[in-house]
């Protein structure tokens, strides 16, 4: 079931806020209504949504991990680096039996999205069809294995599941063949591709790789090659917007054909009618995602207006352009893009000119930095909500990057243009945009050698957007009542200082917005479990201080980007106090191998390694890596002892003299004391390292409450005798499911269950959080809590 209750309330205090706004103004009170039906409407239609998709995930369950067989009809189509990606739509889907044959009916699956990887190899074995028989609009076959989109499993991580929902695709298939049914191919949206792929030959053969890859992206939206380096700094310095397709990008490319066809004389209707399938095809064009839909939408909207004779307004056909969307997908309006799209849009119909009417000049320059703060104010939450990171200077560096970026998309075009005829020319004509994407590195670059120019404030939680968008409606009211209005009197330009002046409150009032979203200490201690698959991975935060426990993985390759590096972003910690290594197998270190390496948003202040561990090659690794980024490096033996605020972290093993049999048992055990609550990490000692802890610090370890179970819940850990004595009263295991070495082991588990602990798996729940506040003890699950 979907979140009705929380998220819906967001337009709940919009309809409210209108129906105030319309009492207020002393209008038609009739009108005030309608909000209230839509609300209501759209609450039924979003119950329908949900229950439609209720149904369809029950279909894509039965598939799940089953070799099946797949009719359908392709709708998108590319290939990279020899793997061949396609949506089919309209599918009809047979699991297989173990000859090979269909085994019961048909099930219907609306959405395939199908990768096929070695496409060229498997050609020429005649196992499928390769990419110069497919076309968009074939019906075929595929054979290969289901499998479900994955749902964030930890905070901050890239939810699969939701994404493609709204790109009404079901399920993935992994194909081992793909095989033509029917060869017609649609001739619009194959012809479209066929013009996507010129456009890019064009654009690489003319342009240099790093530039091409940035030209495609910025005039056809399509953002594979864009260099990791560009966007990752474009990204972090707040003018990644400009790389994707948006209004700016429709009105060149209608505004283009409709001047041109009224200069020749053609009528409002005629040209408004083919200027609107001009962006319609262009939308298609640059992948019709959810803001270019918009785009499209508004602009045909514009025409439209044209050829009425009537006034276009910008917010009621970007309440339409919402409106439509979301009957296609009330999800569509909790992606992150598509609210920044629309904040955009509303900040500049309504925010901007409540603004230059305060300021009281209207000229260009003041007209463009009012739009650059009410810009940022109306998108501010919703940047951190989905980012996590505030660019600080990204108010500036849009004022100056925003007005360059209509020449880079008309110096693209001419490369298309002028470039399909001359060559020569074409590359000429790259130019200008190559000096100002160029421009834009430079200016980039120098924002980062500025203090806080990339603040990492976390996601803030519902009372502070609550209070955010309260404080935004006070401010719009001080707004209208300081606002020199008077109809009998004809207004003066005010003087340069007192325009100056109000400028700068403007600022002063961004700056301001900006101290609600700064994290607030924790209050007790808060220990996240991550869920890492199969390996170990727990953070620790107390106060304003972050405490690090391993952070590694076997199962998942890219474990540090994808998941510790975001989780530690959306949390608002930007720097870890202490990072403890407890051994240097790859399942403990990999994470912090890439927060050393290549993270530069997250930064270690002191690393711990084991002490026995100096002769590893890996732990010698990470003594570089650290070295090299400026972290602390501290080998850690038993005796050990550190105050983090209300936490104390003891190192009860190994000693100095204890000659470890293997790497397991080099593994850190860790104390950890916070009030009542008293925690045991035990990385990934065995029973032999168990014993000896039980002779050393019997008293300590009977005071336990929460274990982290040893190696994963192997059955060559938490042995009777030491969970008797340890006796907690909830453990927790990580490990990845349907792992190769039957983590957690039954007996362990059997030994748990017999001394009544409560047991928590990240393999079920995902990140499992604990809270305390040194005296109750909680536990969730984030699985469990979507």
């Given at each position: ?22 009492y ?7 009108w ?41 009809k ?11 990606k ?16 269909r ?52 905070p ?29 191919k ?13 456009i ?5 053969r ?96 514009a ?24 009957l ?59 980012f ?21 998309v ?48 976390g ?11 309260f ?6 009211i ?22 100056s ?19 607030a ?24 201080s ?6 590694g ?109 293997n ?48 190696h ?75």
């Amino acid at each position: 079931m979907l979140a009705l209750t929380s998220w819906l309330l967001i337009p709940a205090f919009f309809a409210a806020g209108m129906i105030l706004y319309g009492y207020w103004r002393g209008k038609d009170t009739r009108w005030v209504f309608v909000p209230l039906i839509f609300f209501y409407l759209g609450m039924a239609w979003t119950c329908k949504y949900d229950r439609d998709w209720t149904r369809r995930e029950e279909c894509a369950k039965s598939l799940s991990k089953a070799f099946v067989e797949a009719e359908g009809k392709i709708t998108t189509l590319e290939e990279k680096d020899g793997t061949l990606k396609i949506i089919c739509k309209d599918n009809q889907v047979w699991k297989l039996g173990d000859k090979g044959e269909r085994s019961g009916e048909g099930l219907s699956v609306n959405g395939l999205m199908v990768t096929v990887k070695d496409i060229s190899e498997r050609e020429k074995r005649g196992n499928s069809a390769g990419l110069q028989t497919l076309l968009v609009g074939q019906k075929v076959l595929i054979r290969g294995e289901g499998e479900l989109f994955s749902r964030a499993r930890n905070p901050g991580e890239f939810d699969s599941k939701s994404f493609y929902q709204v790109m009404d695709l079901d399920m993935k298939l992994y194909g081992e063949g793909i095989f033509i049914l029917d060869s017609r191919k649609d001739p619009v949206l194959e012809g479209i591709r066929q013009v996507k792929l010129w456009i890019i030959g064009i654009f690489y053969r003319l342009t240099g790789e790093k530039e091409a890859g940035i030209f495609v992206a910025a005039v056809i939206g399509d953002k594979e090659g864009i260099p990791k380096e560009i966007n990752d700094l474009y990204q972090k310095n707040g003018i990644a917007h400009l790389l994707a397709i948006s209004g700016m990008h429709m009105s060149v490319i209608g505004l283009f054909f409709y001047r041109i066809l009224r200069k020749t004389g053609l009528s409002y209707g005629f040209a408004g009618g083919v200027s609107s399938v001009a962006v319609i095809l262009y939308g298609i064009l640059t992948g019709g995602s959810p803001s270019v839909l918009r785009a499209v939408i508004m602009m045909v909207i514009a025409f439209l207006a044209s050829y009425l004779g009537r006034t276009y307004d910008l917010l009621c056909s970007a309440a339409l352009a919402l409106l439509l969307l979301g009957l296609q997908s009330p999800l569509i309006l909790m992606q992150g893009g598509v609210q920044l799209s629309f904040g955009a849009v509303f900040a500049i119909g309504g925010i901007m000119p409540m603004m230059v009417k305060w300021v009281g000049d209207d000229r260009p320059l003041v007209k463009g930095i009012a739009t650059s703060i009410a810009i940022q104010l109306a998108t501010l939450p919703v940047i951190l909500y989905h980012f996590y990171q505030l660019p600080l200077y990204g108010i500036l560096l849009n004022f100056i990057a925003i007005p360059l970026m209509d020449a880079v998309v008309y110096s693209g075009l001419a490369v298309i243009f002028i470039g399909s005829i001359c060559p020569i020319l074409g590359t000429a004509a790259a130019g200008l945009g190559n000096y100002i994407l160029i421009f834009y590195e430079f200016a980039c670059r120098c924002m980062e050698k500025l203090p806080y120019y990339n603040l990492t404030f976390g996601r803030p939680d519902s009372k502070r957007i609550l209070a955010y968008l309260f404080f935004l409606s006070a401010l719009f009211i001080l707004f209208s009542i300081t606002t020199n209005t008077n109809p009998g009197k004809k207004e003066e330009k005010p003087g340069f200082h007192s325009t100056s002046i109000r400028l700068l409150l403007l600022f002063f009032i961004y700056g301001s917005s900006i101290l609600f979203f700064k994290p607030a200490p924790v209050n007790g201690l808060e220990a996240t479990f991550l869920d890492v698959g199969q390996g170990d991975g727990i953070l620790l935060r107390t106060g304003t201080s972050s405490v690090l426990i391993d952070g590694g993985s076997s199962s998942k390759k890219a474990l540090g980007q994808y998941t510790l590096e975001p989780c530690l972003k959306n949390l608002g910690v930007p720097a870890i106090d202490y990072a403890f290594v407890s051994h240097g197998d790859l399942d403990h270190i990999s994470g912090v191998r890439f927060l050393l390496e290549e993270s530069k948003d997250v930064s270690i202040k002191t690393i711990l390694l084991p002490y026995h561990g100096k002769e590893d090659e890996a732990i010698q690794n990470l003594e570089s890596l650290a070295n090299r980024r400026g972290t602390k490096v501290r080998y850690l033996a038993a005796g050990e002892t550190f105050q983090v605020e209300g936490l104390e972290i003891s190192c009860l093993y190994p000693e100095i003299k204890d000659t470890p049999d293997n790497v397991n048992e080099q593994s850190e055990v860790l104390k950890m004391d916070f009030g009542d609550c008293h925690m045991l990490f035990t990385g990934d000692m065995g029973e032999k390292g168990e014993m000896q802890l039980l002779e050393r610090y019997r008293s300590q370890l009977s005071q336990i409450n929460v274990l982290k179970t040893a190696h994963h819940g192997s059955k060559y850990s938490s042995c009777g005798a030491f969970l008797d004595v340890v006796s907690p009263s909830w453990a927790v295991i990580s490990y990845g499911e349907n792992n190769t070495y039957g983590h957690p082991h039954q007996e362990v588990m059997d030994r748990l269950e017999e001394r009544r602990v409560r047991v928590f798996e990240t393999a079920k729940s995902g990140a499992i959080r604990l809270w305390t506040d040194g005296q109750d003890i909680h536990f969730s699950g984030f699985v469990d809590e979507e």
